[in-house]
């Protein structure tokens, strides 16, 4: 027979004690916390410099609105988790974390979603299009100022905004005509660019599912093509814009710039 390793056995049972002794703590510690009245409502909303979706009063009339009475409510009668779960299904939050300390304060922490493309779809139906890659609604309130883009665009939002526009472009079915992960990636590479984010406003999409870009100055139009050697048409476009329109005048000479053919830029003018 083997021996008995008292050593191990002590071990385990003073390992079983004090994890006993933990648990009844913290047993303890949850039960007196459901006595503890909500006298203060703490609501921080982050990135609010770039985006005026969301105010403290927007987020007070949301809890409101659900009958969710926290100021001067037992913690007993406050479900954390609800909130929590609520606050992020709204359609301007992007995250959103709940807690409750000892004082009796119940702290919201938000951030709201940052959208980079406007849609206006054929129906003329107009959504946004966050960091995220997902679909966001208008906000009465305000509105961003992103890059916009419209033309032959059928994505509705109500049919696509539980998709992000990544799961929209690996589905077969959505893929056949979506065009927002075309228009995306053309908006992502814009905004990383301090020359060109500043000179295009504008994506059009023509009836061949081509891309057309409209500046802020001039008045001429910008055939992209396809979202293929994207940054080699840029680079192009850059080029030209930095050297071939130095002149003041040339910026309203020309009617089209073409990018689509290889190493070359194609203009016509007017």
């Not at 191990?8 to 039960?31: C, E, P, Y």
């Not at 129906?123 to 946004?128: F, I, K, L, M, V």
């Not at 609604?137 to 998709?163: D, K």
């Not at 290889?262 to 007017?270: H, M, R, Y």
Request: positive net charge.
């Amino acid at each position: 027979m083997k021996k008995l390793n008292y050593r191990k056995i002590l071990i385990a049972v003073l390992w079983v004690i004090t994890m006993a002794g933990l648990t009844a703590s913290l047993g303890f510690v949850s039960g007196s916390e459901k006595n503890i009245v909500a006298k203060e409502l703490n609501i921080i909303i982050h990135n609010n410099d770039e985006n005026l979706f969301l105010t403290e009063k927007d987020v007070k009339l949301f809890f409101d609105e659900r009958k969710d009475k926290i100021l001067n409510n037992h913690y007993k009668n406050i479900s954390i988790p609800e909130l929590e779960k609520a606050l992020n299904a709204h359609p301007a939050i992007e995250n959103a974390e709940v807690s409750a300390d000892m004082n009796g304060e119940v702290k919201v922490d938000i951030t709201q979603r940052t959208p980079v493309l406007r849609v206006i779809n054929k129906d003329g139906e107009s959504y946004y299009v966050d960091t995220q890659s997902k679909l966001m609604p208008l906000n009465e309130n305000y509105s961003a100022r992103v890059m916009v883009a419209n033309g032959e665009i059928f994505e509705p939002y109500s049919r696509r905004y539980q998709f992000s526009v990544n799961q929209i472009k690996k589905n077969e079915l959505f893929s056949e005509v979506s065009v927002l992960d075309d228009l995306l990636d053309v908006t992502n590479y814009l905004s990383k660019d301090s020359t060109l984010s500043g000179l295009i406003q504008q994506i059009y999409v023509n009836k061949d599912k081509e891309l057309e870009l409209f500046p802020t100055v001039g008045n001429h139009k910008i055939i992209f093509g396809d979202t293929k050697n994207m940054a080699e048409k840029f680079n192009k476009l850059k080029l030209f814009y930095t050297q071939g329109l130095n002149k003041t005048d040339t910026w309203t000479k020309y009617a089209t710039i073409n990018l689509k053919y290889k190493n070359l830029v194609v203009c016509t003018k007017k």
